[in-house]
């Protein structure tokens, strides 16, 4: 398996892509950095630089990575390797250079700006979120072997997470807002890795104004610590689920 | 030394395999016949782990394939079309190659092909800009490289041209010699009868028939393969 990482790291670390994502992220976290006087306001405004771009430059890198190396993946298979290995092997790969990517693009100016405990935690759960969608995209391509149609999934996991969960909870809260929905909407925010990041980020700022909803429940019913806890364990759950199920399917799938 | 057992394969509603038992000996070269669609690929997939069967197994060499992945190793395999990471430049795949497949050999690689094919003046190119036919020379040359006492290829010669298709026959013959067990699928008939000892026919997932190529034209009187055939299969 360490080999297999090894060529796809090789492999991965030539790709401009990735190049331009490390170049789009080191601009945005430089930039909001040095125009905001204040070092929490350029973090909060990275925030959302982390909560959409990150999930959408993480799923379509790795979905379209998947079905570029399928040639190589359907090369491995023929030889004496197991599957999982193989599969864990390139997940392993374009996560770490997922992960250094960002690391350079937004955790370095972030450690540089800002190295108090919150920009680690703001580091962390960008991390886990980039590791969220990496497991999220390989589920969405071994589930077809089309690749627009892998892509078409892909797309439509991030804006669901992105765009549309945040309506349907809204809907619910407005439809329900006669009842106690505390629990419900710890429930809820559980369901979607992208509002844990930012509860997890906002949680340690201490932003009452920005934690929404969804993060002033949290605060109110685990406390700040607690609810960090918690919200990095769900996402931990939400890296290991789907990579989990793509490895099922994938050692059953015909090549 | 592979002998498969009522093999059975559906993709959807397509049945590919119907169950078809056949028993590969080695030291022979066997050929896969039959028309397009009829299976033969999918049999050579299953063979290799690449597609799981959904009835009948596997033995190879009396052990069961089914979630085992170490007979691997003692199978070279030649795709149909070779397809390969476009980046990857052919001095670093084969790199590669040796690399992840340094257990599977006892003593030396075979680099032959590598050398009769003239890839090491390649090396440096990346393989998008290689030709089909140079590419299936690469996949001749990987399935050689470590020493397998089975060898699959799946369509060798289409897209090679005369000489390097004359040189992969000659590493065929030699391997045979050698006590290889040889499975090829072909459509051209006097390659068959060039370089087969024993043709299995495969229609619509079923093996119609299993027998050496003397057999077949002494049986039906002919000389010429393909006319033997036709003769067999219009009877």
Same mark, same amino acid.
């Given at each position: 398996m360490n080999k297999i990482i090894k060529y796809v790291l090789h492999d991965i670390f030539r790709n401009r892509i990735l190049l331009a994502y490390v170049v789009l992220l080191s601009l945005s976290s430089f930039g909001l950095f040095m125009m905001n006087e204040d070092v929490s306001k350029g973090l909060s405004s990275l925030l959302t630089v982390l909560l959409i771009v990150v999930p959408l430059v993480s799923i379509l890198f790795t979905t379209i990575y998947f079905f570029n190396s399928y040639e190589f993946i359907e090369l491995l298979v023929a030889q004496p390797l197991k599957r999982s290995n193989i599969l864990l092997g390139v997940y392993a790969g374009v996560g770490l250079s997922l992960l250094t990517a960002f690391w350079i693009g937004i955790g370095l100016p972030v450690i540089i700006f800002d190295g108090t405990a919150t920009g680690w935690y703001f580091i962390l759960s960008g991390s886990l979120l980039t590791m969220v969608f990496v497991s999220l995209a390989f589920l969405a391509s071994v589930i077809t072997r089309d690749k627009t149609r892998g892509i078409g999934i892909a797309m439509m996991l991030w804006f669901y997470f992105t765009l549309i969960f945040d309506g349907i909870l809204l809907m619910v809260m407005f439809a329900f807002s006669d009842y106690p929905l505390e629990k419900l909407t710890i429930f809820l925010s559980c369901l979607n890795p992208v509002d844990l990041a930012r509860i997890m980020v906002l949680l340690k700022m201490d932003i009452s104004a920005l934690m929404g909803y969804t993060g002033a429940v949290f605060n109110q019913f685990f406390g700040s610590s607690l609810g960090i806890v918690l919200s990095m364990t769900v996402m931990l759950i939400w890296i290991i689920l789907p990579i989990s199920i793509a490895l099922r399917i994938f050692k059953r799938k015909n090549l | 030394m592979i002998e498969l057992e009522g093999l059975q394969k559906h993709y959807g509603k397509i049945? *590919? &395999?119907? $169950?078809i038992s056949l028993n590969f000996d080695p030291e022979q070269v066997v050929a896969l016949v039959g028309p397009n669609a009829s299976g033969k690929t999918t049999l050579i997939k299953c063979l290799l782990g690449m597609v799981i069967p959904d009835g009948g197994r596997i033995l190879f060499d009396k052990n =069961?394939? *089914? $979630? !085992?992945? @170490?007979? +691997? #190793? #003692?199978i070279g395999y030649m795709p149909q079309i070779g397809r390969y990471p =476009? @980046?990857?430049r052919m001095g670093y795949l084969f790199g590669m190659m040796k690399d992840l497949g340094k257990n599977r050999i006892t003593e030396h690689f075979d680099e032959e092909l590598l050398a009769t094919f003239n890839l090491e003046e390649m090396f440096? +190119? %990346?393989? #998008? *800009? &290689?030709s089909g036919g140079t590419r299936q020379k690469v996949s001749a040359a990987l399935a050689f490289m470590f020493n397998p006492d089975v060898i699959i290829l799946d369509e %060798?010669? *289409? $897209? &090679? !041209?005369p000489l390097a298709s004359e040189i992969l026959k000659q590493k065929i013959q030699k391997e045979r010699k050698a006590g290889k067990l040889i499975l090829i699928t072909s459509h051209i008939m006097s390659e068959v009868e060039e370089i087969a000892d024993s043709i299995a026919y495969i229609v619509e997932g079923e093996a119609k028939f299993f027998k050496r190529i003397q057999d077949i034209k002494s049986e039906t009187g002919e000389e010429r393969l393909g006319k033997a055939l036709f003769h067999l299969l219009s009877k």
């Open positions: - | 049945q *590919a &395999l119907r $169950g =069961d394939i *089914a $979630g !085992d992945v @170490n007979y +691997k #190793r #003692r =476009d @980046n990857m440096a +190119k %990346p393989m #998008r *800009a &290689l %060798p010669t *289409a $897209g &090679l !041209d």
